[in-house]
C-alpha cells in the first residue's frame, strides 16, 4: 500500500511539476502575442515597453508631418514658393489618440506572470489597434486660411459707364478676381489624414497640396451694364434765360441742378413735382416773376418751368410717352407758343413714361444763361422726331381805361402793354431713316390776352366808351404768391370757351 501510494504521488508531482514549471515559462514570456499591431506597426514577439516606445513615435511621426502647397499650382500673380509656409498636423489641428492600444500594451505589461499566461494561452488579446486622428475643425480652418488664403491675390473689380464731357457714353472693362480655396486644401489634409489612420505608413517626406484656384465675377460686368441700355446720347434741347434777373436765373439752376441724373427704369413714369421737392429741400427758391391770375407778378419760384419746358422737348425729341402736361396761361419768351409745359404744386405737373424699354438717363448743363437737358438711353439710330406748332387763332387784347385822379384831364399813363392771345396746335413728327413717317397731335393750347390798361382822368370820356371797358380805379398788382399756392380763385373762359383756373405758375 505504502509502496503503490509513493509512486502515485511521485507522479502526481511530476504531472503538477511540469504543469505549473509550463505555465511560469508561458507566463514568463513578456512580448507580446503574435499578430499584436497598430495600423501598419508589427508589435507581435516584442516586448511592451519597446511597442508602446515605437507607437508613441508614430503618433509624434503622424503629428509633424508636414504639408504645403505645390507652388506651380497656384497660376500667375502668386507668390513665390519660398514664401509659402509649410505647417505640421499638430499645428493644423491634429489630435492623435492611441489611447487603446497604450493601455492595453500597458496592462499586458503588468500582469502577474499566472494572468499574462492565461492570457496567453487563452489567445485572449486583441490583435489589432488602430491611431485614431481627430480634427480641431476650428483651428484646422483658421491655421490653413492664415497660411495659405492670401496666397492668390487679386480682388475682382467692378465694370464701370462714364459719360464724357463730349457726351460719349465709354465702358471701363470688369477686372476677374482669383481666389484660392482654403476649403479644398482643408479636404486634402483631412484625406491624408483618413489614410494614416487607416493604417498608411506615415511618410517622412512633406505632403504637397494641390491649389485649386478659382476665378471670382465681379457684381457688374459690361455685358450687364450694356443690358441697361445707356448706349448713347438720344436727344438734346436748349433754351436760354439771358435776360432773367438773379433770382430766376438761380431758380433755373436749382431745378436744373435737382433734375441732372435722374434715372429712370422701363417704364417709369417721371414726375416734375418730385423735382421741384428736391430742388426747394437742396437749393431753396428765390423771389422771381410768376404768372398768377393771368398775369406776371413777383412770387416764389420763378423759372422752374423753364426747366420742365426744356425737358418736355428733349422727351418730345426721344419719341417718349407724354403722361401729364399743360401749358402756361401766357405766352413764355423762351420757347414756341404750343411747346412749354408748366407746373403748379397741388394743380398741374409734367409727367412722361419711359418708353425705350430700356433705362433713360437725364442729364443738365447750366452755363451762359443756358440750359440743356440730355436724354440717354437706347433707341433706333434711323428714327428722329421733330416738332411743328400751327397757329389756330389769334386773340387782340382789349384796351381798358381805369380811373386815375393824379392823371390830368386829356392826359393818359399806359400801366400795361397789351399782348394777343393764342390758339396754337402742337404736332410730333416721326422721321424714320430721313424721310416723313407719321405725324400726330400732341396738343391744342390757349394762351390768355393781357389787356392794355391805360389809366386817365375820371372825367375822361374814354371810360365809357362804345364797346370798350372801363374801371374805376387803377388795379393793384394781385398779391404774391408762392411756386404753386394758387388761391383757386376765379374761374374765367378762354378764347375757346374752356375753363381756366387761377393759380400760381412759375414761369
Not at 501598419?40 to 508614430?58: H, S, Y
Not at 413714369?269 to 430742388?279: L, P, Q, S, T
Not at 386829356?410 to 400801366?415: A, D, E, T
Request: aromatic share 6%; with cysteine; hydrophobic share 35%.
Amino acid at each position: 500500500m505504502k509502496k503503490g501510494w509513493l509512486i502515485t504521488g511521485l507522479m502526481t508531482f511530476a504531472i503538477v511539476g511540469v504543469g505549473v514549471g509550463g505555465a511560469m515559462s508561458y507566463g514568463s514570456d513578456k512580448t507580446l502575442p503574435v499578430g499584436v499591431s497598430i495600423g501598419d506597426l508589427q508589435l507581435g514577439g516584442e516586448l511592451p515597453e519597446t511597442a508602446l516606445k515605437r507607437i508613441e513615435e508614430q503618433v509624434a511621426r503622424l503629428e509633424s508631418t508636414v504639408v504645403s502647397v505645390d507652388p506651380d499650382s497656384l497660376g500667375d500673380g502668386s507668390k513665390s514658393g519660398t514664401d509659402i509656409p509649410s505647417l505640421s498636423f499638430k499645428q493644423l489641428g491634429l489630435k492623435v489618440d492611441a489611447a487603446e492600444a497604450l493601455n492595453a500594451i500597458a496592462n499586458y505589461r503588468d500582469l502577474p506572470w499566472w494572468e499574462r499566461a492565461q492570457v496567453r494561452y487563452q489567445d485572449n488579446f486583441d490583435t489589432s489597434y488602430e491611431i485614431k486622428a481627430n480634427w480641431d475643425e476650428e483651428a484646422l480652418k483658421q491655421a490653413a486660411s492664415e497660411a495659405w488664403g492670401n496666397l492668390v491675390t487679386g480682388q475682382s473689380a467692378n465694370a464701370s459707364r462714364t459719360i464724357t464731357d463730349q457726351d460719349l457714353v465709354v465702358y471701363s472693362e470688369e477686372k476677374l478676381g482669383r481666389r484660392l480655396e482654403v476649403q479644398d486644401l482643408i479636404d486634402q489634409i483631412k484625406g491624408i489624414e483618413l489614410n494614416a489612420g487607416a493604417g498608411t505608413a506615415v511618410s517622412d517626406q512633406p505632403r504637397v497640396l494641390q491649389a485649386k484656384v478659382t476665378e471670382t465675377a465681379p457684381e457688374i460686368t459690361v455685358a450687364k451694364l450694356r443690358e441697361d441700355g445707356l448706349d448713347r446720347k438720344l436727344v438734346e434741347f436748349t433754351t436760354s434765360f439771358a435776360t432773367s434777373g438773379e433770382g430766376r436765373s438761380h431758380n433755373v439752376t436749382a431745378a436744373a441742378k435737382a433734375l441732372n441724373d435722374t434715372l429712370l427704369m422701363p417704364g417709369e413714369i417721371f414726375e416734375y413735382g418730385k423735382i421741384v421737392a428736391k430742388a426747394e429741400e437742396e437749393y431753396g427758391y428765390k423771389e422771381a416773376p410768376v404768372i398768377l391770375k393771368g398775369k406776371l407778378t413777383p412770387g416764389i419760384g420763378g423759372g422752374i418751368c423753364q426747366v420742365s419746358s426744356t425737358l418736355y422737348n428733349a422727351a418730345l425729341l426721344a419719341g417718349l410717352d407724354i403722361v401729364e402736361r399743360r401749358n402756361h396761361s401766357l405766352v413764355v419768351s423762351y420757347l414756341p407758343k404750343g411747346l412749354d409745359a408748366t407746373f403748379a404744386s397741388g394743380y398741374v405737373n409734367f409727367k412722361f413714361r419711359n418708353s425705350t424699354g430700356k433705362q433713360l438717363l437725364i442729364r443738365t448743363v447750366v452755363e451762359d444763361k443756358t440750359v440743356t437737358v440730355k436724354l440717354f438711353g437706347s433707341m433706333p439710330e434711323n428714327i428722329s422726331y421733330k416738332t411743328e406748332t400751327e397757329l389756330v387763332k389769334e386773340n387782340a387784347p382789349k384796351t381798358v381805361y381805369m380811373a386815375d385822379e393824379k392823371i390830368a384831364l386829356g392826359k393818359q399813363s399806359v400801366l400795361q402793354k397789351g399782348e394777343s392771345g393764342y390758339v396754337v396746335e402742337a404736332f410730333l413728327v416721326k422721321m424714320v431713316d430721313g424721310e416723313f413717317a407719321e405725324r400726330k397731335k400732341l396738343s391744342k393750347d390757349t394762351y390768355r390776352t393781357q389787356d392794355t390798361l391805360i389809366a386817365v382822368h375820371p372825367d375822361d370820356p374814354r371810360l365809357q366808351p362804345a364797346g370798350g371797358a372801363a374801371s374805376k380805379e387803377p388795379g393793384a398788382s394781385p398779391t404774391p404768391g408762392g411756386k404753386g399756392n394758387g388761391d383757386g380763385e376765379g374761374i374765367e373762359k378762354s378764347p375757346e370757351g374752356d375753363e381756366v383756373v387761377d393759380f400760381v405758375e412759375p414761369i
